[in-house]
């Protein structure tokens, strides 16, 4: 278990996204309209993949909405927070009442962040 895991375990979803709660869009992959909704994002930082012969860097990470916020996430789903957009890359997990959403940053004002160096 997660630093972040342990020590909020037993906190309130509401608190949780009351302190570390982003503002977001989520839009499904089959499209009907977006769903406004307060997300937590887990990002490491050493977690990059790298490829092409331009060294794109993408990130990944976790995304995680309350299941009252959205009634349904699914894979290839895309969440747009600030100006970064992120897609679903694996089946959505219903845990706890929240949405376990694997995630791939595929816009940062442009597709992919230019690997530095």
Do not use: N
């Not at 307060?38 to 060294?55: A, N």
């Not at 679903?88 to 376990?100: C, D, F, I, S, T």
Request: proline share 3%; charged share 25%.
């Amino acid at each position: 278990m997660s630093t972040f895991a342990t020590r909020f375990a037993g906190a309130p979803l509401s608190e949780l996204y009351a302190l570390y709660g982003q503002s977001a869009t989520y839009t499904a992959p089959a499209g009907g309209g977006d769903t406004d909704c307060t997300v937590i994002r887990h990002i490491d930082s050493g977690d990059l993949e790298e490829g092409g012969e331009f060294g794109l860097v993408r990130r990944r990470g976790q995304i995680k909405v309350r299941s009252s916020e959205l009634a349904t996430a699914a894979l290839h789903g895309r969440f747009t927070v600030g100006s970064d957009g992120w897609q679903v890359v694996a089946p959505p997990l219903l845990e706890a009442g929240q949405w376990r959403c694997e995630v791939e940053m595929v816009d940062r004002d442009s597709q992919a962040e230019r690997r530095q160096g």
